[in-house]
């Protein structure tokens, strides 16, 4: 293992970790930012209900002046109260009212007091409508101001017949505050062809003492004589427009429910209220509402966390990537260095080896002389002899050397090298194996480890001089080139329990360069060795 590799991990385990902080940093600050846009748009919905609330404060406020006049003034039910509400302008003040209005109390089967009161007060005949109810008791409308041709529909209506008013009439009536109503159809609705749902808000009136000639009183057991109701109607739309202006183009999404839960009645609804709406309670009158409200700043409540997120993803990732690209670098150099280590190797074991082989040409040119000595009949015939094998001898070298062919046959290497030894035309012409083709790496080692086992068998083996024969041959088997050398009849066994620096050079290059294995055996004064690599697929 390389020192490095202790330093190399630590440092990234500690790019891992620091790229785990800033996710988990951006994580927490996309949620931060979430959680905080959520919270100011939950502010903003908590100010949009004050404003609700207070204006409907407002509306309640005006509502209690007006009974309070009523109550002061018996007289004041019709002049007076108009001529009030001409003054004090609730439309313009608290706009969001459909008009201020006082519905009174009769017998069911006399309606001829509240037709008078509406006679008195508009100069018409107005009939008390609808004729026939299931109450003894009726509250018809008698004034509706501001004045105008829609509301003047209302005029004569029994508020006292629809269940929806008749409720919250008498919860007015029993408590003596001020009481809503749920989600009704005004009756100035009749007049309009945009029609939108509203509610009514009801303050009662209790019987004077004494009673007024000019008014009826009811009854119910358990509660005060009443003699009216102040009412005000209000239309959903209109109101929630008038509270909430421009702010409500602003908002992308509100709905108003009377009452809460799953049953709660619809009074209005604006653009499409999201999942993440926020969720304001109203008070109206006696009651609770409940309104939905959402804003819809897709970016501001998602993109903005999710671009942070994305944005610290993006740094994690760098981190990682240039520690990658560092930790490339450094295979790089670590490589080139080994690379260079190698090559540093593979010179050395060169310089040994031409050492090595300087000795062994000069032993070998020696052995080639004493052989054409005794091969020549005289000094002439050695001269010839000894020249050609000699240039025999530098060819081979040099076509190991400069590499000027592209493949070399293993056939002709070995020739080449049986026939600077020594060996006969008649001999050299017996060897057969396949034409086996190698390529420029593979032909240096196969030459020199043929030369190499030439060498030695000049120097002590068959081709010595001194007794022995030698076979070569070579074959294909299973996919493998199998090159066999065989000496026999040596004048000893060799002795092959260590390996001198040519053997070890030899195989070195057939493990390394031609990736096969090297073999040898010495038995009953022979030697053999087998050099086994596999076949490129050149052979034929």
Not at 178 to 201: M, R, Y
Not at 202 to 214: E, K
């Amino acid at each position: 293992m390389r020192p490095s590799t202790w330093a190399d991990r630590l440092l990234a385990l500690l790019v891992r970790f620091v790229g785990l902080v800033i996710l988990l940093a951006t994580l927490v600050a996309a949620a931060a930012s979430f959680l905080y846009n959520q919270s100011e748009e939950g502010d903003q919905a908590a100010r949009v209900a004050m404003q609700v609330n207070m204006r409907l404060r407002d509306h309640v406020a005006v509502l209690e002046g007006v009974r309070a006049l009523y109550q002061s003034d018996p007289s004041s039910s019709g002049p007076g109260i108009r001529a009030y509400l001409s003054s004090l302008q609730p439309q313009v003040r608290t706009p969001g009212m459909e008009g201020i209005g006082i519905a009174a109390a009769f017998p069911a089967a006399a309606p001829e007091l509240p037709e008078a009161q509406l006679r008195q007060n508009y100069g018409q005949d107005i009939r008390v409508w609808p004729a026939a109810t299931d109450q003894k008791i009726g509250f018809a409308v008698t004034l509706v101001e501001p004045y105008t041709p829609r509301r003047h529909v209302a005029l004569g209506f029994d508020m006292y017949s629809d269940p929806t008013r008749r409720a919250a009439m008498r919860r007015a009536w029993q408590t003596g505050q001020p009481a809503a109503s749920g989600v009704v159809s005004l009756a100035q609705e009749k007049a309009t062809t945009h029609k939108q749902k509203g509610f009514l808000i009801y303050i009662p009136v209790y019987a004077r003492r004494p009673a007024s000639p000019l008014t009826n009183v009811a009854t119910r057991p358990g509660t005060r004589p009443i003699e009216a109701f102040i009412y005000a109607p209000f239309r959903g739309q209109d109101m929630m427009k008038a509270v909430l202006g421009e702010q409500i183009n602003g908002i992308d999404g509100l709905e108003v429910y009377a009452g809460d839960g799953p049953k709660a009645q619809l009074l209005y609804r604006h653009g499409q209220v999201g999942w993440d709406a926020h969720e304001q309670k109203l008070r109206v009158a006696d009651r609770e509402w409940t309104m939905r409200i959402s804003y819809g700043r897709f970016f501001e409540r998602l993109g903005r966390p999710f671009a942070i997120f994305l944005f610290g993803l993006a740094l994690a990732i760098l981190a990682t990537q240039l520690h990658r690209v560092q930790q490339r670098r450094v295979g790089v150099a670590q490589a080139l260095a080994a690379e260079q280590a190698r090559h540093a190797e593979d010179r050395e074991l060169m310089i040994g080896e031409m050492a090595h082989r300087m000795k062994n040409a000069f032993a070998r040119i020696g052995a080639l002389a004493r052989i054409t000595l005794r091969e020549s009949e005289n000094l002439q015939d050695f001269e010839k002899r000894f020249d050609g094998r000699m240039r025999a001898l530098s060819d081979a070298k040099q076509m190991l050397v400069t590499g000027a062919v592209d493949t070399v046959e293993l056939g002709k290497i070995v020739h080449r090298e049986l026939e600077i030894a020594g060996w006969s035309g008649e001999r050299l012409a017996a060897l057969d194996g396949p034409v086996v083709r190698l390529e420029d790496e593979s032909a240096q080692a196969i030459s020199l480890a043929v030369h190499e086992l030439v060498t030695n068998s000049i120097k002590y083996g068959a081709l010595s001089g001194r007794g022995g024969d030698l076979a070569v041959g070579w074959r294909i088997d299973a996919g493998d080139v199998e090159f066999r050398w065989t000496e026999t009849g040596l004048a000893a066994t060799p002795d092959i329990g260590t390996e001198s620096f040519g053997t070890q050079f030899i195989r070195s290059l057939i493990e390394r360069q031609l990736k096969g294995s090297w073999e040898r055996s010495a038995v009953d004064n022979g030697l053999a060795i087998v050099i086994r690599w596999p076949d490129d697929g050149s052979t034929t």
